[in-house]
């Protein structure tokens, strides 16, 4: 199975800072990798696919890259919704996995 | 606007059934891959299992696998998770979710959820 790693678990910032989390994957899964925003008391938001595709009506503050085992998440210029938890998943093969989540905090 | 309404969760002792329905709406439901995606509470979040748009093929969690079958019904556009020997472990909300599209088993959309306890 493929495990999915991110860091850091937490990450402190204000409003208007740039965040940038990393995901990485234990074998190389090419770009099977997709980012999801997770505010409290939600479900899950899809925020890019495919390590670097925007999802439709996503804000262009988000933005992935990488291949392979190494991905980024980054925000630039934080908004007040985007406290929350962040999560990766690879879609690689089956059982699929996701990261175990980014707490963006104030 | 794509809409699924998970129904079927509820408190039941170690090694029962339940049963878990999601209704989907304002989408062409035979034409995507379904899953199922759990999340125990305060922690993250776990894949359990995914049903191609045919049916014809299903995909478990090894943490699952033996005791849980996906199933839909496309004329009822209604998926569904059948539960047995349920272990306390089991114990998270449930999300049923929908594939982006093929090949990318990513979800673009996502139930609220269905709230499963398993403790005697």
């Known amino acids: 199975d493929i495990q999915m790693t991110q860091s850091p678990s937490s990450v402190s910032a204000s409003i208007g800072d740039r965040v940038t989390i990393t995901c990485r994957a234990s074998?190389?899964?090419?770009?099977?990798l997709a980012w999801y925003r997770q505010k409290p008391g939600t479900a899950p938001k899809l925020l890019i696919y495919?390590?670097?595709s925007l999802q439709s009506g996503v804000p262009s503050r988000f933005s992935g890259s990488g291949s392979g085992t190494n991905f980024t998440l980054t925000i630039t210029s934080l908004q007040p919704e985007d406290f929350a938890t962040y999560y990766c998943?690879?879609?690689?093969?089956?059982?699929?996995?996701f990261g175990q989540g980014t707490k963006v905090e104030f | 606007e794509v809409q699924l309404l998970e129904s079927g969760g509820g408190l039941v002792q170690p090694g029962e059934s339940l049963r878990l329905s999601c209704a989907a709406s304002?989408?062409?439901?035979?034409?995507?891959?379904l899953s199922w995606v759990r999340q125990a509470p305060g922690k993250g979040l776990e894949w359990v299992s995914t049903?191609?748009?045919?049916?014809?093929?299903?995909f478990y969690a090894d943490s699952v696998k033996g005791r849980f079958t996906i199933s839909r019904d496309n004329s009822k556009n209604t998926l569904y998770l059948q539960m047995s020997s349920l272990r306390a472990e089991d114990t998270a909300l449930y999300y049923c979710?929908?594939?982006?599209?093929?090949?990318?088993?990513?979800?673009?959309?996502w139930g609220q959820g269905t709230l499963v306890i398993v403790s005697s």
């Open positions: 495919a390590a670097s």
């Open positions: 979710t929908k594939d982006l599209k093929r090949p990318y088993d990513f979800f673009d959309y």
């Open positions: 074998q190389g899964i090419s770009t099977w």
């Open positions: 049903i191609t748009h045919s049916g014809d093929n299903t």
């Open positions: 998943q690879h879609a690689k093969s089956f059982p699929l996995t």
């Open positions: 304002e989408f062409t439901f035979i034409s995507y891959a």
